[in-house]
């Protein structure tokens, strides 16, 4: 019964969501205080553990504000670029693109150029090239939002997302948030990697996420749909996925 379960859930995982919606529903999902059966939670967190930790070989991400010297800063202003949602800005002449799965966003084109949610705050974030390019380095900070918490807040996780050119996808395992100052994440992809996309999601309320750098971008180079994820990946990920909504459920039925 529930080895079909999780086929169901591993199945459903494949055909309806993408790896964006899943980040940013897992990170979720984990930090709500309604989910219970421990051991089933422990079990899910190890399983989306051992599945991004295999491919850390191959993109990395620290905790740092220092990048190949080719990172260029995202601007939302020039040719192209567009403040309302959803944000285009550019690096250069390339164009890239900012969505969120649950929150409308904007940016700011002057000053420090950043990416905000249109209702004050927003936890999860996905930027891609709109001109046919990718890269194979980038660098943000998130600023989580302290409005109305006086005082040090307990920090918070990121889980990063990434999808490949060629590749299966990559998902990282929960970093620390910091909640009370910035928080400058460095990403590097290992050659000859190269990243389509990068999504975050967040445990905390994010007030916007700035200072974006990206580096190493480059035409796409012709290949296999790099949309289609390896079925062993996402079974993998959905089995976690499929142990923590067991565990909710588990908690529900005994109220």
């Known amino acids: 019964m529930v080895a079909s379960f999780l086929v169901f859930v591993a199945r459903f995982t494949v055909n309806y969501l993408s790896v964006n919606d899943l980040s940013a529903r897992i990170v979720r999902l984990c930090s709500t205080k309604h989910i219970g059966g421990k051991l089933m939670k422990i079990l899910g967190t190890l399983v989306l553990f051992a599945l991004s930790s295999v491919a850390f070989a191959d993109v990395t991400v620290t905790y740092s504000n220092t990048g190949p010297l080719d990172d260029g800063n995202v601007l939302f202003n020039g040719t192209g670029t567009s403040t309302t949602d959803p944000p285009i800005g ?6 890239f693109q900012f969505d969120s799965v649950g929150d409308t966003l904007k940016a700011s084109a002057a000053g420090q150029a950043k990416v905000e949610a249109t209702d004050d705050t927003f936890q999860d974030l996905s930027f891609y090239s709109t001109t046919g390019q990718v890269f194979t380095s980038a660098i943000l900070n998130l600023t989580v939002n302290r ?17 490949m050119l060629n590749e299966a996808p990559i998902i990282y395992a929960p970093l620390e948030l910091d909640a009370n100052g910035n928080n400058f994440y460095t990403i590097t992809a290992a050659a000859p990697e190269k990243i389509l996309r990068v999504t975050l999601a967040t445990t905390l309320a994010l007030d916007d996420v700035k ?3 990206i ?9 296999e749909d790099p949309t289609v994820p390896e079925p062993m990946t996402m079974t993998l990920f959905g089995s976690g996925l499929g142990l923590l909504i067991a565990a909710r459920a588990r908690k529900s039925r005994r109220k």
Not at 147 to 163: A, S
Not at 218 to 223: A, R, S, V
């Open 147 to 163: 409005q109305g918490q006086p005082g040090n807040i307990p920090d918070g996780q990121v889980i990063f997302t990434f999808e």
């Open 211 to 213: 200072q974006v750098r």
């Open 215 to 223: 580096g190493g971008i480059q035409p796409e180079i012709p290949g």
């Open 90 to 95: 550019r690096v250069g002449t390339q164009l």
